[in-house]
């Protein structure tokens, strides 16, 4: 089963931006790939999803702010974060929507000045 590793995670200012990449250990070309992200104290949330022809949806909270793309020769997902708030703190997981065991250990993101 194809297992994912998220990277890029770090320290960012208010309005900054972060790139986050999420690589698979196999394939992902027919998957929808997602995004979530917990802060502390927090339950998982869904950020968005990348579907297996680059269709993209989105949390409100998070649209317009982010993009997610995709590079299926790289097995390669990434999370493109823009005008960061100190609320998109948190640690970014990715997985599979078909595989419920796929999460990556996560990224942790910090938006603080």
């Known amino acids: 089963q194809v297992q994912f590793v998220e990277s890029g995670g770090g320290l960012v200012q208010p309005g900054g931006s972060l790139t986050l990449s999420c690589v698979g250990s196999?394939?992902?070309?027919?998957?929808?790939i997602e995004w979530y992200r917990q802060a502390p104290g927090k339950q998982r949330e869904w950020v968005g999803q990348?579907?297996?022809?680059?269709?993209?949806t989105y949390t409100h909270t998070v649209e317009g702010r982010f993009t997610i793309s995709r590079d299926n020769a790289k097995n390669t997902v990434y999370l493109q974060m823009n005008s960061l708030k100190p609320e998109d703190t948190a640690v970014y997981y990715c997985k599979a929507e078909a595989l419920p065991s796929s999460w990556g250990q996560g990224t942790q993101v910090t938006v603080s000045s």
């Open positions: 990348i579907q297996s022809d680059g269709g993209t």
């Open positions: 196999g394939s992902i070309f027919d998957f929808v």
